[in-house]
């Protein structure tokens, strides 16, 4: 079997095996706000979903994980370039979120976490009324 040699990889390879493998790694992510919810996108291909931890502790979103990779007794690797270990990612949501209502689902290797914007938070019209009523104030949610 032919493959390319590329020197740079090599580096990076044996400098990634000269730090401590045992550290969680952070796996890339997407953020965008939709509407009434922020929708969090996160990279975890060859995660089982069952190994995925979320967990909220005030306003810290923690996502951990954990990929184990098949070691075959005699096996002789020629090309080892995928990672095994601990996942970690955390987050600080600020005010303005309903963490009670946060939601996650993982599909062929991404997982997405929906983090809705708190009633509070949401933006309002302020209804200003004149003459006799000038004493009562409504606001409406739009």
Known sequence: MAMNF????????????LVD???PRVMPMDLYRDGDH????ADMPGIDPGSVDI???GQL???RAERTLANGEGVKWIARERQSGSFLRQLNLGQGIDTERIAASYENGVLSVTIP???KAKPRKIEVSTGANSNVLETTSS
């Open 6 to 17: 590329d020197p740079f990889r090599e580096l990076d390879r044996l400098a990634g095996s």
């Open 55 to 57: 967990d909220v502790d």
């Open 21 to 23: 493998n045992r550290s």
């Open 61 to 63: 979103l923690t996502i």
């Open 117 to 119: 914007v708190s009633e």
């Open 38 to 41: 922020y929708v969090l996108a």
